[in-house]
């Protein structure tokens, strides 16, 4: 029975030897995966960190300064300078001498590097007004409006701004879509080998250029806004009136209204009959003639005509 007792307990050692090695070794295996996995994960890491800044070179370093914190790559570039934007204004200003501050709103125009667009001017008095029109850069739009306001005493401005940055990267992918489709059509067109062919691929050939035509006009159009703004000066004198007055009503208004229109009826009535009048009297007085003359004919032979005396009426007798 001892020996028995003994070699049972020496069974049940081992086991627990053996559970136990099978255990350390399990432990051993995991943390050496895991010390690899996160190994070849800071690796992978320190490669994709490394690669940017190997392949991108200037260009990846420009790229993060741009792009706005915590923004991914693919993000679209926002910046105001990268957009295609029409910038118009339009602003009156009361000046002393109109003449005077035309010149110098020309001039500040030419300063930064713009032109005159057109020049409307009325009267030469106090109340004279200046229309220029001024195409000047986008990048001094702001300037040269401030420097316009400090002619004269500003009276109004209104800036309107414009976003066709999408329009533009539109046209942009139609033109070179069409361009696509004319050498298309130039390449059929050389290897036509009838005359029907030829004839259709020129037609083809013209509407696609045509297209092009059409769309580099258009692209052509919207870099000229864009590269160049628009300014509506009004230059008005110091006796000249308000851009807009303000509708009057009442019943002294109305009775000035219905003279002015009276008056102005009766003026187109008159010049009416002034340019009747010549036609009236060459034809009137001939004519009016004419039917005196007429009357007195119908008129004389009955004057002229002797007056006969009635046929004696016989007797009647009176039966026997």
């Known amino acids: 029975m001892t020996t028995m007792g003994a070699g049972m307990d020496g069974q049940v050692g081992r086991r627990r030897s053996a559970l136990l090695t099978a255990t350390t070794l399990a432990a051993a295996l995991a943390l050496t995966g895991c010390g690899a996995g996160d190994s070849g994960a800071q690796d992978t890491a320190g490669k994709a960190a490394e690669a940017p800044a190997a392949n991108g070179g200037e260009a990846g370093r420009d790229a993060a300064a741009v792009a706005p914190e915590g923004a991914g790559a693919g993000v679209p570039d926002l910046r105001v300078d990268q957009r295609a934007i029409i910038y118009t204004g339009r602003m009156r200003v009361q000046v002393d001498d109109v003449d005077s501050a035309a010149r110098e709103a020309t001039a500040v125009a030419a300063q930064a590097g713009g032109f005159v667009g057109g020049d409307q001017r009325r009267s030469a008095d106090a109340d004279a007004v200046a229309e220029l029109e001024l195409r000047v850069p986008a990048a001094k739009f702001t300037g040269v409006v401030e420097e316009i306001a400090k002619l004269g005493r500003q009276q109004s401005r209104q800036i309107d701004t414009q976003d066709v940055t999408e329009e533009t990267v539109d046209l942009e992918a139609r033109i070179t879509s069409q361009r696509a489709r004319v050498e298309s059509a130039r390449r059929l067109l050389s290897r036509a080998t009838s005359i029907t062919d030829l004839v259709s691929l020129e037609n083809e050939l013209g509407r696609r250029e045509a297209d092009l035509a059409s769309l580099e006009a258009k692209k052509r159009r919207l870099a000229d806004l864009t590269a160049l703004s628009t300014i509506t000066v009004s230059l008005a004198g110091p006796a000249a009136k308000d851009t807009e007055e303000e509708a009057e009503t009442g019943f002294l208004v109305g009775l000035r209204g219905g003279w002015k229109a009276f008056v102005v ?55 026997p």
Not at 268 to 273: A, F, G, H, P
Not at 275 to 292: D, I, K, M, T
């Open 265 to 319: 009826s009766m003026t187109v009535l008159l010049t009416v009959l002034g340019a009747l009048l010549p036609w009236l009297v060459a034809l009137g007085v001939p004519l009016a003639a004419l039917l005196v003359v007429l009357r007195r004919r119908r008129r004389s032979p009955a004057l002229v005509a002797p007056v006969s005396a009635p046929p004696p009426v016989p007797a009647t007798r009176s039966a």
